[in-house]
C-alpha cells in the first residue's frame, strides 16, 4: 500500500501564497498521473491541477495563471504553487495518484487545511 504524505497547508492573507507536498511512500511504478484536488464542506471534490506521467498539466479555470504544479523526475512527488490566494481557495487540499497496475486505481492522501482570510 502507497501512502501519499501532504505537507505546506495553512492559513495565509489573500495575496499571499502557499506551497503544498506530496510524497509518495515509495515509487508507483505503473503512476499516469498525480494532482491535487479540493473540497468545502457540503460540496464535491473538485479537481484543482494534475499533471501526467509524461508532464502535461491541467488546471481548472478558476486556478489559472495563479497555481502551478510540478512534478519530481522520480515520478514519486509534487508540488503546487499557489500564488494570489483568493478566499474561495479555501478548502481541504488532497494528494492523488492515479495508476494502472495490476489495476486501475487511486491513492489519496489524508488533506490538508488551506485557509486564505481576506
Known amino acids: 500500500q502507497v501512502q501519499l504524505v501532504e505537507s505546506g497547508g495553512g492559513l495565509v492573507q489573500a495575496g499571499g501564497s502557499l506551497r503544498l507536498s506530496c510524497a509518495a511512500s515509495r515509487t508507483i511504478f505503473s503512476i499516469t498521473a498525480m494532482g491535487w484536488y479540493r473540497q468545502t464542506p457540503g460540496n464535491k471534490r473538485e479537481l484543482v491541477a494534475i499533471?501526467?506521467?509524461?508532464?502535461?498539466?491541467n488546471y481548472a479555470d478558476s486556478v489559472k495563471g495563479r497555481f502551478s504544479l510540478s512534478m519530481d523526475n522520480a515520478k514519486t512527488t509534487v508540488d503546487l504553487q499557489m500564488n494570489n490566494l483568493k478566499p474561495e481557495d479555501t478548502a481541504v487540499y488532497y494528494c492523488?495518484?492515479?495508476?494502472?497496475?495490476?489495476?486501475?486505481?487511486?491513492?489519496w492522501g489524508q488533506g490538508t487545511q488551506v485557509t486564505v482570510s481576506s
Open positions: 492523488n495518484a492515479h495508476y494502472v497496475l495490476p489495476r486501475v486505481g487511486e491513492y
Open positions: 499533471i501526467t506521467r509524461g508532464g502535461a498539466t
